[in-house]
């Protein structure tokens, strides 16, 4: 494949030993960004397909944030969230912004590393390095909804959601033009759980990202 990320490479920076339970997150865990440039080699579950799919719940609103121009990111936040689930919602949100952020500025905005903790700094930082290294871009649209946040155990929790990148399209950016072989994560809706963290400073931060998607019964729920 064109502008294929070499595949050792990426199954270093992708591929985990499985889930961490959230005990583990209260004392540290790595963690992986699963929205690719090229493809998406080396995917896996987030939890075992006997786990329950995820349940729409209701939204008390819908929120948009412009990332840059050409950028949006809309989150239909879960109804009536306690002060620990607006924390993660936020945090969550703010990592993808951030993120894509990045990309579009060509790695000179660097502030979703303020969402993040752990190894997720580095691998983050490769995710986005990623992008840069192979001069790719996106432009479009990302929404978030059916978000589910599980309880709190210590200082980790795991929440879950739909993620639908459908909207969003891979740039090439000496161009400015949608590369001619657009990758599966444009198409399909995915599910993504994320390990979540509280900081001593009361900050909850992503501490691991996994996802499972199509044909996945899980990810059913996430169909519109």
Do not use: I
């Amino acid at each position: 494949m064109a502008d294929a990320l070499g595949a050792e490479r990426m199954r270093a920076l992708r591929v985990l030993s499985g889930l961490l339970a959230v005990s583990v997150l209260v004392s540290g865990c790595t963690a992986e960004r699963e929205f690719v440039p090229e493809g998406d080699a080396g995917r896996v579950s987030a939890t075992p397909e006997t786990s329950r799919a995820p349940v729409a719940v209701p939204t008390t609103r819908e929120e948009t944030v412009e990332v840059a121009p050409g950028v949006r990111l809309v989150v239909e936040w879960p109804a009536a969230p306690d002060r620990d689930t607006a924390g993660m919602v936020a945090a969550f949100r703010d990592h993808l912004a951030g993120s894509f952020r990045a990309v579009v500025t060509g790695g000179s905005d660097r502030g979703y590393l303020d969402v993040v903790t752990g190894d997720a700094v580095e691998e983050l930082s490769a995710w986005v390095g990623e992008f840069l290294d192979q001069s790719r871009s996106v432009r479009g649209t990302v929404r978030v909804y059916a978000l589910t946040v599980g309880p709190v155990n210590g200082r980790g929790a795991q929440m879950e959601a739909c993620m639908d990148e459908s909207g969003m399209r891979l740039l090439d950016t000496a161009t400015g033009k949608p590369v001619a072989r657009q990758p599966a994560w444009t198409r399909e809706p995915f599910l993504q759980a994320a390990g979540m963290r509280l900081g001593d400073d009361g900050v909850w931060r992503v501490a691991l990202l996994r996802h499972t998607e199509l044909p996945s019964e899980r990810v059913k729920g996430c169909l519109r």
